[in-house]
């Protein structure tokens, strides 16, 4: 048995999984259909989507119409690993709707054990086929980071914490000085996410081997809302 097959048996044996068996008992019928099935189609649905938010014709919806076919169950087709910052909305950035994005959001937008433990979640057992670690330009916690670095200097309380996870991706950057350190740090930021989501044992780098899942790294750019992959 695979360890995807073993996780989903875990997770059903466990409390977690009885919500779900029992949604599923009832509802057996209504099971959302994923609006993307391979990781090649779901990364050009985001794409697509981020097209149409750039030039302002998102696609119209009436929220209230899909309520109840969501109380079903859901079968989102991308995960998105994202910054907490407030100008970066991945529904919006993508024009997608309630149920289609699995969203992990984390200012500096790096993979920790909670986060990675729900992007497991959400591909092995949700059956997403994409994961987007999406960084944004201007981004406060990757400047922070390149500054606490420069200066050595100390962040308060545990904001500390953010930039001690994020110098491993970023310091590198700072060898070669230039006036797009931060931008580069950002791309640096992602790469390095990426990387680490698709050596991920047991569950991820398994299925990018077997190439059932997509991990890419993208950027938000602020001032156009163009997704830029990288
Ligand atoms: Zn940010």
Known sequence: MCNKCLMRRSLFSAGMGALAVTASVAAARAQPVRSADTPDAALARLVEGNARYVAGKLNERDFSAGRAARAQGQAPFAAIL??????????????????????????GNFVTPDGLGSLEYGVAVLGTKVIMVLGHTSCGAVNATVEALQKGNTLPGHIAGLVSSMKPAIEPVLKSPAPDLNQRA???NVQANVLRLKAEKPILGEMVAAGELRVVGAYYDLPTGKVVLV
């Open 82 to 107: 994202g910054c907490a910052d407030s100008r970066v909305a991945p529904e919006l950035a993508f024009d997608q709707a309630p149920g289609e994005l699995f969203v992990v959001r984390v200012a």
């Open 186 to 188: 950002v791309v640096a």
